[in-house]
């Protein structure tokens, strides 16, 4: 083991809600939904009509700009539904589940070692696991003819509640491991995995055979340690022109599945968490899964939020809304749409700031019950050196932020538009003094890098 | 507190689109959030917001004020009575201060509000809460001479010159409470300088005592340095000068809440520091040896204790907006404020208050450096690329 990377830049938002270690399954829901607006950039053609009968694995739509990228439904049974908004653009496929057990398109087993770069592709795309592939820059799926300079799996979540890898890798290590040897074949030897540093770490060394030891490397520090465009920027920083893939570890499992079981099984486990919730916990949910399903009867508070994913990155989910086919974790948090008299004056011994400027320092072990109240409103930038107590980067956040803004292609590529990812300056909004929407302008930036650059 | 909310949601449909004062919802935006932190959530992006925001970092800044304005008070009528040669209680002597001071402090709130007032109303834009520390810092950089027409003036200067043509709070590139002190120290000369200090108002039965001078510590050490008062006197500030500049120690104080807070950059007051220091000792280098009563000899850490600088080092090289923005900015922008101040106080009789114009001359240069910072990042970000 090498010396851990030290990520010094960073903060914990120490929230309440973490999740138990116990694991439920959840029975499938009366309907499952597809969302094609999952997947940034695609545009989905239907391969399906309302009426027809699917397998597990059977693809729904495929893209139209790359026919090869197809989605699959996560389960058998009846397409029930095609659900389009404005434009008559698809929003959701609902299908009615198989009352009794899911029927699976079948797939030849076999060890990927033994497969070639070629067939792991081909078997992936195939099978419409390739979607789990995305890269850097801009976060979309990969695209099966590049060849990255390498894949990376970050096998710890560092963002708030988030839940814990080694936790969910345990209990499918065999699948985990084939998969990363599938990633392997793939990546033509330069498979890099992220992991806490020792004591923190769940998963050790030895838990992966066959990748060489250089490249596995360890973080120490807070949030965003874990976020695999940070460990890429500390690892191997992108480039111009450069492209790098990645994978979530609960992917990971599911494109093992494939090769081991030989049918795309889409079930992960999903953290619940969040004060909001009145025991969070882990269960095991199928992709597509309707949130009501997962928080019937399981929260405190009816006027919350509901999160896909965490707090810092989620979307807010509606109560028809599915379970969206990247997310592991749920979060409910208090609404906090209560005006409070004074309270910028108030000393605020129960807010949380990353400055000292509310007693609630003199508590630093103290965790929170932290809501959506916006905390003030929106201003111009005033207070400087902020975003950099936040961003573990050699990058000039506010400089690339205003790059953005003045749609300066070349300043924003100098300023290193392509190492970063929305989720990379969340905690920089979060602190942000003048509540200053960054996420949303990153996603300008990169979207205009894109198409411009 | 329910009472309050109900008044302010009853007059809230008056103001709003639609409403009979459309046009004043700007103002009553100011107020209601300013009683009430407002109910918004979050929409897109982080569903979690730290608690701070800019009211809380101004109102942070006034309390890190307050050490200098109480002394301030208590120093006017310190001096007045000293001039007379009276003793009088501690309590009388802040009691006379702040019956001179908070004139001052009230006329610069309400102009210059009311001008930030006026120009959200008809721009239809929000009231930043920037003015709320600029209001309090201009007071304490004039004499408690001052006629009150100036300061109002001096208000109206800053809020429009300084900020409001630039766009309002952030958008300005000058220190606005500065920006208003120069302003009346070059349109009005004789009532920023000469003998102007210490309120004289007349005293029943009583003259001005033989040993008044009305002469600043600046204006002594460019004539006879070895002619300063103490260093004690100068650090704790029993001395004359802008209301709340003369106290070294309550600037300190008011350091060590903006630095522990984390609002004011530490790096920044501390280069200042340096900055004047290293100056400082440089001079006594190369100061004729032949000359000891020559400016040059102060010893370095007098120009940490002389005038404002501690002040400006402080409240005013520190305001984030016009002041350098990257990390290495900050040092050299720091430094420099402390040597220029050095320089123009020991070489240019003509501006005793040096620390005045090399903060506002590095508030102009604050730009180019953080754009030699920012170039140099981007050069390094590229050999990175080609060395590998």
């Known amino acids: 083991m090498g010396k851990p990377i030290n990520i010094q830049r960073g903060y914990d938002i120490r929230i309440e809600g973490a999740a138990e270690r116990t694991v439920d399954d959840l029975s499938l829901s009366d309907i499952i939904g597809v969302k094609p607006t999952d997947f940034h950039t695609v545009v989905p053609k239907l391969l399906v009509e309302v009426g027809d009968e699917v397998l597990a694995g059977q693809a729904l739509f495929f ?19 095609i659900v389009r908004g404005e434009k008559r653009r698809i929003l959701e496929i609902r299908i009615l589940p198989d009352k009794k057990d899911i029927r699976y398109v079948s797939y030849p087993v076999s060890d990927p070692a033994a497969l070639s770069r070629d067939e792991v592709t081909e078997r992936l795309l195939e099978s419409g696991c390739w979607n789990y592939i995305r890269q850097r820059p801009f976060s979309l799926i990969a695209n099966p003819s590049d060849t990255p300079k390498g894949i990376f799996v970050s096998c710890f979540d560092s963002a708030p509640l988030a839940p814990d890898i080694s936790y969910i890798v345990d209990f499918e290590k065999e699948n985990f491991q084939a998969g990363l040897t599938a990633l392997q074949q793939l990546s033509g030897g330069h498979l890099h995995l992220g992991l806490r540093a020792a004591p923190q770490a769940g998963l050790t060394d030895s838990d992966f055979s066959g990748i060489p030891v250089e490249h596995i490397h360890h973080f120490k520090g807070p949030h965003p340690a ?5 460990q890429i920027h500390h690892i191997d920083p992108i ?26 099984r889409a079930d992960r486990l999903l953290a619940l968490t969040g004060s909001s919730v009145l025991r969070p916990q882990y269960f095991r949910a199928m992709t597509g899964q309707r949130i009501s399903n997962i928080l019937g009867g399981r929260l405190r508070d009816a006027h919350s939020r509901t999160i896909q994913g965490n707090v810092l990155t989620g979307s807010t989910a509606g109560s028809d809304d599915f379970l969206s086919y990247y997310e592991n974790q749920i979060t409910v948090i208090p609404e906090g749409d209560e005006p409070e008299f004074l309270g910028w004056l108030l000393p605020g011994i129960k807010k949380l700031s990353l400055s000292r400027t509310y007693f609630s320092w003199l508590f630093p072990r103290r965790t929170y019950q932290l809501d959506t109240n916006m905390h003030g409103e929106e201003r111009a930038f005033v207070m400087t050196g902020q975003y950099d107590k936040v961003l573990p980067m050699d990058i000039y956040p506010v400089y690339l932020l205003k790059a953005i803004l003045a749609r300066d292609i070349e300043r924003m590529e100098a300023l290193g538009i392509y190492e970063v990812a929305e989720e990379d300056l969340a905690l920089c909004e979060f602190v942000c003094t003048s509540k200053i929407d960054v996420q949303k302008i990153v996603a300008e930036g990169l979207e205009y890098a894109r198409l411009e650059g | 507190m329910k009472f309050l909310r109900r008044i302010v949601d009853t007059v809230k449909p008056h103001f709003s ?77 802040f009691m006379f201060g702040f019956w001179k001071v908070l004139p001052i402090i009230i006329v610069s709130y309400a102009v210059g509000l009311g001008v930030e007032f006026i120009f959200a109303i008809t721009k239809g834009h929000q009231i930043s809460e920037g003015y709320l520390v600029t209001g309090l810092l201009i007071p304490l950089t004039l004499p408690v001479t001052i006629p009150l027409w100036m300061v109002g003036l001096a208000a109206i200067f ?5 900020k409001e043509i630039f766009g309002g709070t952030g958008m300005n590139f000058m220190n606005p409470a500065l920006l208003a002190r120069i302003f009346l120290f070059f349109a009005f000369p004789a009532y920023m300088s000469g003998d102007i200090w210490t309120d004289l108002s007349p005293e029943a039965g009583q003259a001005i005592v033989d040993a008044y001078s009305g002469a600043t510590n600046l204006v002594t050490f460019d004539a006879d340095q070895t002619k300063l008062p103490s260093a004690a006197n100068m650090f704790w500030g029993f001395e004359q000068g802008s209301i709340g500049e003369t106290s070294v120690a309550a600037c300190l104080i008011g350091a060590f809440i903006l630095v522990a807070t984390g609002i004011g950059s530490w790096q920044i007051i501390f280069s200042c520091f340096a900055g004047a220091w290293l100056m400082g000792v440089l001079l006594n280098v190369l100061a004729p040896a032949d000359m000891p009563t020559h400016a040059m000899h102060t010893p370095a850490y007098y120009h940490w204790l002389m005038g404002g600088f501690a002040f ?8 984030p907006v016009s002041a350098a923005q990257t990390e290495t900015g900050k040092w050299i922008y720091g430094l420099l404020i402390g040597a220029f101040t050095v320089i123009l106080r020991v070489f240019n009789p003509a501006y005793p208050e040096g620390v005045m114009l090399s903060i506002l001359l590095m508030n102009v240069f604050a730009s180019l450096i953080d754009h030699i910072v920012v170039e140099r990042h981007i050069k390094r970000r590229l050999k990175k690329v080609s060395s590998e």
Request: glycine fraction near 10%; charged fraction near 20%.
């Open chain 1, 63 to 81: 893209d139209k700009n790359r026919p090869d990228i197809r989605f699959n439904s996560p389960i058998s049974g009846e397409i029930a539904e």
């Open chain 1, 226 to 230: 874990g976020n695999v465009g940070i």
């Open chain 1, 239 to 264: 480039q111009k022109g450069e492209v790098v893939w990645y994978v979530h570890p609960q992917d990971v499992v599911i494109l093992g599945r494939l090769f081991r079981e030989g049918r795309y």
């Open chain 2, 17 to 93: 689109k639609g409403g009979k004062f459309e046009k004043l919802h700007p103002a009553f935006d100011a107020l209601e959030t300013f009683l009430f932190v407002p109910a918004t959530t979050t929409k897109e992006g982080v569903h979690v917001r730290d608690a701070i925001d800019l009211k809380r970092t101004m109102v942070t800044v006034i309390i890190a004020l307050i050490p200098t304005v109480i002394f301030g008070m208590w120093n006017t009528g310190y001096q007045h009575h000293l001039a007379y040669g009276m003793e009088v209680s501690i309590m009388e002597n």
């Open chain 2, 158 to 162: 800053c809020t429009l010159i300084g």
């Open chain 2, 312 to 319: 400006g080092a402080v409240y005013m090289a520190t305001d």
